[in-house]
């Protein structure tokens, strides 16, 4: 079972930057493609972003050009660098590995985007 913490969100202002942290336990982590997903006040849990074997990276439409996720396998750690934030990124962000695993959320962090 591979457990997820995840950290960095906050309240911040449109437009502003958040980088968010995973850290994972297991050595799964450094063999498995990687994802962050978000969850909206009243909307199910979607996927952000994802990066496989080769550190190629998907984004969903809502993000390009402003998310960017990266890995250090060495440190077991996920990251979500946001920029140019809008109100409507306003959720809890999860990691987990890509397609997730039901038994590896973790508790999420809470991006608030508002002025």
């Known amino acids: 079972q591979v457990q997820m913490v995840e950290s960095g969100g906050g309240l911040v202002q449109p437009g502003g930057s958040l980088r968010l942290s995973c850290a994972a336990s297991g050595s799964i982590f450094s063999r498995n493609n990687m994802g962050w997903y978000r969850q909206a006040p009243g909307k199910e849990r979607e996927l952000v972003a994802y990066?496989?074997?080769?550190?190629?990276?998907t984004y969903v439409d809502s993000v390009k050009g402003r998310f960017t996720i990266s890995r250090d396998n060495a440190k077991n750690t996920l990251y979500l660098q946001m920029n140019n934030l809008k109100p409507e990124d306003t959720a809890v962000f999860y990691c987990?590995?890509?397609?997730?695993?039901?038994?590896?959320w973790g508790k999420g962090t809470l991006v608030i985007v508002s002025s």
């Open positions: 990066i496989v074997t080769g550190d190629r990276t």
């Open positions: 987990n590995t890509y397609p997730p695993r039901m038994d590896s």
